[in-house]
């Protein structure tokens, strides 16, 4: 396992993407496809799933229309890198689009831009007309015969199950943004029921620098199952949050020193949605076999009040969830509720447990992602910090 910290510049920065982009374009489409896969790369999206293959899926669909969408919609909480990642090196992102529409064999690009991020869908045109201008968009991208490829930007619809990737195609098509059932998964029938590959933003600008540096380069970062190097949405009790680099591999505590939040008494990995980890297991790593995410990290100083935290995020859910299906719909609320009572102090042991068993049916009876780890944050929170919990509640 090799892990080379890059602190917080960017690698980003130095890429030629558009080398990238020619380097990609004078390989066969199975090529393009094989040299993603042995580049081990996970979706930087939260999900972790291996990029090869979905762009392998879609390309073996048969069909003459294809779509290559970019899942700009960035709505879990603590996440910002991808809006560093649109205004500093849309080129990137874009290459890495035209990749993969060559890769599957699509034609057009959407950009599903986060409805908060309007002000960035002007620059993303220009550059957009700049690429179609220099002949890297368009007709017979640089100079390939037959491979057009278009890109577009469209604006989210302000929700954040909009950036689950089958409900953000039902919004991209007009309708009421709620996930559809799966299969068929979006690579067989996605966008007007297409093969369509949905990546995250980072995902589409580390594929450009996979194909300018070489699979080689790429693996020489991080471990051996995450690969690569990884942007960080870093906020909370730190002396210096903001967008960080850091290879998969990184510990908790190691990326807390970078930050100066080493006095922290918990880090929330991976949003809302993801996992509260506490001050004994700051030596786990960050990646996609121990603690995952799609890039936000939270720090939790020494003064908070957990319960608060918990709080806030179920407060989040109730109110992002689509409604759709009754686990998620009616078990958020009752989590919610059941934060209130351990704030009054009215909460039981009994009803702790039952209340941690309505989460294991969400985990496991949700329609999507969103009620499926919603309760996550909670359950570590009772794990981890259930005498600060408890503190407070009458116990039954
Ligand atoms: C509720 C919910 C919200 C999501 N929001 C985003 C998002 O804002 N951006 C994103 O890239 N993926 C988001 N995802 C994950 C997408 O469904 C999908 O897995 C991802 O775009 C795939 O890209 P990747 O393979 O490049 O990671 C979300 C998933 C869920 C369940
Ligand atoms: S899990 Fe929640 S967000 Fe997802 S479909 Fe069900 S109600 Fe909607």
């Not at 130095?14 to 081990?40: E, F, H, P, Q």
């Not at 762009?55 to 700009?72: H, L, P, Q, R």
């Not at 998964?185 to 594929?207: D, H, I, K, M």
């Not at 690569?228 to 210096?240: E, M, V, W």
Request: hydrophobic residues 40%.
């Amino acid at each position: 396992m090799s892990i080379q910290t890059q602190g917080n510049t960017l690698t980003f920065a130095s890429i030629d993407g558009d080398a990238g982009l020619k380097a990609a374009l004078a390989m066969s489409r199975a090529d393009i496809i094989d040299t993603v896969a042995d580049s081990g790369m996970k979706g930087r999206g939260g999900a972790g799933f291996p990029t090869g293959m979905k762009w392998n899926f879609a390309g073996s669909e048969k069909g003459d229309k294809k779509y290559v969408i970019c899942n700009a919609d960035e709505g879990e909480p603590g996440t910002f890198k991808d809006r560093v990642i649109l205004t500093e090196f849309a080129d990137l992102v874009f290459a890495g689009m035209t990749i993969a529409g060559r890769a599957i064999g699509a034609s057009e690009g959407i950009v599903y831009l986060r409805g908060e991020y309007t002000y960035l869908r002007s620059p993303l045109n220009a550059v957009i007309k700049k690429r179609r201008a220099d002949g890297l968009l368009g007709k017979d991208v640089c100079g390939v015969k037959g491979f057009d490829f278009d890109i577009i930007v469209a604006l989210g619809a302000g929700a954040y199950i909009c950036g689950e990737e089958t409900a953000l195609i039902e919004s991209l098509e007009g309708f009421r943004g709620e996930p559809r059932n799966r299969p068929p998964f979006p690579v067989v029938a996605g966008y007007r029921y297409a093969p369509t590959v949905v990546n995250n933003v980072e995902t589409l600008a580390s594929a450009a620098c996979i194909f300018a540096k070489g699979v080689d380069w790429f693996k020489s970062f991080g471990t051996d199952r995450s690969t690569g190097f990884k942007l960080f949405s870093i906020s909370g009790d730190c002396a210096r949050p903001g967008v960080y680099e850091f290879p998969f591999g990184i510990t908790v505590a190691d990326l807390l020193k970078e930050v100066g939040g080493e006095a922290a008494k918990a880090v929330q990995i991976g949003g809302a949605s993801g996992h509260c980890v506490p001050a004994s297991e700051f030596g786990r790593r960050i990646a996609f076999e121990d603690l995952s995410t799609g890039g936000s990290i939270i720090v939790l100083g020494p003064g908070r009040d957990m319960l608060a935290v918990a709080r806030n995020f179920m407060e989040f859910f109730v109110e992002e969830s689509c409604g759709q299906c009754t686990p998620c719909r009616v078990g958020n609320a009752k989590l919610l509720e059941g934060v209130e009572m351990l704030q009054r102090g009215e909460c039981s042991m009994k009803y702790l447990q039952e209340l941690l068993g309505l989460c294991e049916t969400m985990q496991l009876a949700s329609k999507c992602g969103l009620g499926q780890s919603s309760p996550n944050a909670f359950v570590s929170i009772v794990k981890h910090f259930k005498d600060e919990i408890m503190g407070r509640t009458l116990v039954h």
